[in-house]
């Protein structure tokens, strides 16, 4: 009976230890989408404390995002290499305004940069850009042809194709004909 019993008050602690973990967690979102970064970190703190890993591990991570912006820490990019891989890092994020100025600057800076031209049209395609993602890529397959096979067979460049009739018929032209 005992037994019994302390494994009942085992699960009621574990359900409200998660409990708890789940209302931290979401009150740190909320917080963090008012761009109340000191206080969300404070919660993300707390959930990455709890008992769901996976909930832990996601907590973490917004913890330092909230480190980084009460730190005042901003990215310090001078050279075209520096604002494509910060902008490939806030494609990969989703952060589509941010991802698309970092990337037009890396074209600026080198402005016959193909590999910028091909991810700056994937992030224009997302970001539902349809005429400035043909054009980029247009140029990224003027500037090294093999860009047309890279396009057809990147899953995200599939999806936009189906999406926007104009990038599909560039990547379906073949590479003897124009643009």
């Given at each position: 009976?005992?037994?019994?019993?302390?494994?009942?008050?085992?699960?009621?602690?574990?359900?409200?230890?998660?409990?708890?973990?789940?209302?931290?967690?979401?009150?740190a979102?909320?917080?963090?989408?008012?761009?109340?970064?000191?206080?969300?970190?404070?919660?993300?703190?707390?959930?990455?404390?709890?008992?769901?890993?996976?909930?832990?591990?996601?907590?973490?991570?917004?913890?330092?995002?909230?480190?980084?912006?009460?730190?005042?820490?901003?990215?310090?990019?001078?050279?075209?290499?520096?604002?494509?891989?910060?902008?490939?890092?806030?494609l990969?994020?989703?952060?589509?305004?941010?991802?698309?100025?970092?990337?037009?600057?890396?074209?600026?800076l080198?402005?016959?940069?193909?590999?910028?031209?091909?991810?700056?049209?994937?992030?224009?395609?997302?970001?539902?850009?349809?005429?400035?993602?043909?054009?980029?890529?247009?140029?990224?397959?003027a500037?090294?042809?093999?860009?047309?096979?890279?396009?057809?067979?990147?899953?995200?460049?599939?999806?936009?194709?189906?999406?926007?009739p104009?990038?599909?018929?560039?990547?379906?032209?073949?590479?003897?004909?124009?643009?």
């Amino acid at each position: 009976m005992k037994a019994a019993s302390a494994l009942e008050m085992a699960a009621t602690q574990a359900r409200a230890a998660l409990q708890r973990q789940m209302q931290q967690w979401e009150g740190a979102v909320q917080l963090f989408s008012q761009k109340k970064f000191g206080a969300a970190r404070a919660g993300f703190d707390e959930a990455a404390r709890g008992p769901a890993a996976h909930i832990a591990d996601k907590a973490r991570s917004y913890s330092q995002i909230c480190a980084r912006k009460t730190n005042g820490q901003d990215v310090n990019l001078h050279t075209a290499d520096d604002h494509f891989n910060y902008g490939v890092e806030r494609l990969n994020a989703r952060d589509m305004d941010a991802a698309r100025f970092h990337l037009s600057r890396a074209l600026d800076l080198q402005p016959t940069g193909e590999h910028i031209l091909f991810t700056l049209a994937l992030c224009c395609g997302l970001a539902g850009d349809a005429p400035a993602a043909c054009e980029n890529l247009k140029r990224a397959i003027a500037l090294e042809p093999k860009n047309r096979i890279l396009a057809r067979q990147d899953p995200e460049f599939l999806a936009l194709s189906q999406q926007f009739p104009d990038l599909r018929a560039l990547l379906n032209q073949d590479n003897t004909g124009g643009f």
